[in-house]
């Protein structure tokens, strides 16, 4: 008899907001769901079992969260006559027992490190005569880590490899160290041995996730040891290595030589700057200064010229004066990311930041806003040109939502690339290959060109 019966015969779907861990232990529900029996639907409405893996960075995703919510109180009835609603994440990790209030047809409350109890909970859920939100304790603290379940992964290609969770940094506009808890790595004899089974079954591109991955090892080992890790992950034989999040006062020179160093590693690295103002750096709590970073950024294009940089940089954090802003606009200026992702602060609840006063109206950051936008999508268009007329190597992920006829997939720079399908192929045929690509064009989000040779 199965230890969840009413689950048996039940469906479920999943909506992921936020970053690349959420969408990592949105694989790990899936996977822990499946193992029970139960089956994945084709979309919310059509779905027994609805679950939110929510995101609590910015004040848009709550709002997300509460409208698609409240939205499938419309929505038509299963045909088990019954409907749970469960909310994961970050958001459930700090509201706790309050979402009952916010948003009352939550069924089931499950934090970050309380995946494991979801089929539980699942079926207290069902099993229940009245509509009482049951809840894992948001305090408690999961001995283990997310990989120790069963994962069903979006793509065969692809994998997300968790190196470490939670943060230390305490960056004043920042809840994750209070939603993911402190650093925790895991030992490096068990993601080695996961990262060889990875490739063992088929996986070409492997992504090490941490909210702060360059401090890995340090409250395992007493010193960090994330270039030691990057060297032997890319001994591995993927073929393709990336890692996220990456903070800039953590990121060594040790693990600059390693990137180098390292023919798996891909040439691109995403380092948030969040602000060019050392005086607002210090408020943010970064830790570094402006020069810190310039210095940092010189490092790393001496190491490996042709990497490409992204970055996030926030906008109007409180206190932010004219002149600051001008210094992002030349520190970005100066260091010609290829992309960055730009955003206006978003006041979270629970932070130091949020008892900070300011009086910037929304016009003046708003402003600002969009000419950082502007100057970005300037750097990025320059930055694609020198891809223009050369073959790139792409891992093809799938069909273009505007054309199936061409398809899509990202460099080694993590540009996005179109190309055309060749007439005697199937689009089944390339997804998960790697292929080259002869850039006829290049604009700013994107290249498109005609592929050449054939696929490996």
């Known amino acids: 008899m199965s230890d969840f019966p009413a ?5 479920y779907a ?3 907001f936020g970053c ?8 790990r529900v899936s996977g822990l769901l499946d193992s029970i029996g139960m089956n994945e639907a084709s979309s919310m409405e059509d779905a027994d079992t609805n679950i939110f893996m929510t995101c609590c960075v910015r004040e848009k995703a709550d709002i997300r969260l509460y409208g698609q919510v409240s939205s499938l109180k419309s929505a038509p009835v299963p045909a088990a006559g019954k409907r749970v609603i469960a909310v994961g994440g970050c958001i459930a990790q700090r509201d706790g027992e309050r979402l009952r209030d916010q948003i009352p047809n939550v069924d089931v409350v ?9 089929p539980q909970l699942l079926n207290e859920a069902y099993a229940a005569d009245d509509h009482s939100t049951v809840y894992a304790d948001t305090e408690e603290a999961y001995e283990g880590f997310s990989t120790d379940l069963p994962s069903n992964r979006a793509q065969a290609f692809h994998a997300w490899l968790p190196i470490m969770t939670g943060c230390n940094n305490f960056c004043t506009f920042c809840i994750v160290p209070y939603v993911r808890g402190r650093e925790s790595s895991r030992d490096m004899k068990d993601i080695l041995i996961e990262a060889e089974h990875l490739v063992h079954d088929g996986v070409r591109e492997i992504t090490l996730l941490g909210q702060n991955v360059n401090s890995y090892g340090r409250n395992r080992y007493g010193e960090p040891r994330f270039a030691e890790l990057l060297r032997r992950v890319g001994q591995t034989g993927v073929e393709r290595l990336r890692f996220t999040s990456s903070h800039p006062k953590d990121l060594s020179q040790q693990t600059i030589e390693a990137m180098a160093q390292t023919p798996a590693v891909m040439p ?5 700057v969040q602000s060019g103002s050392t005086k607002v750096l210090r408020r943010m709590n970064r830790r570094y200064t402006r020069e810190d ?3 940092l950024v010189d490092s790393i294009y001496t190491a490996i010229p042709d990497i490409a940089l992204s970055t996030d940089i926030i906008v109007g954090f409180p206190g932010e004066t004219e002149e600051d802003f001008e210094q992002t606009l030349s520190l970005v200026q100066q260091v010609g990311f290829s992309s960055a992702y730009t955003f206006i602060y978003s006041k979270r609840p629970g932070t130091p930041a949020a008892r900070i006063a300011d009086d910037t109206s929304h016009e003046c950051i708003q402003d600002r806003f969009e000419r950082l936008a502007e100057l970005v999508s300037d750097l990025s268009y320059k930055a694609n040109q020198k891809d223009l007329h050369h073959i790139t190597e792409v891992l093809v992920e799938g069909i273009s939502k505007a054309d199936d006829k061409v398809l899509v997939g990202h460099s080694q720079k993590n540009q996005t690339v179109h190309f055309g ?3 005697t192929m199937q689009a089944t045929d390339l997804i998960g290959k790697i292929v080259n690509v002869r850039v006829d064009e290049a604009r700013t989000w994107y290249l498109r060109g005609p592929m050449i040779g054939q696929p490996r």
């Open 110 to 118: 499950f934090g970050t490190q309380a995946i494991q109890h979801l």
């Open 14 to 16: 999943i909506k992921t």
């Open 421 to 423: 399908l060749p007439e």
């Open 268 to 272: 691109h690295l995403h380092l948030a």
């Open 20 to 27: 690349q861990m959420n969408l990592h232990d949105s694989e």
């Open 7 to 11: 689950l048996i015969g039940k469906t």
């Open 293 to 295: 970073f310039l210095y």
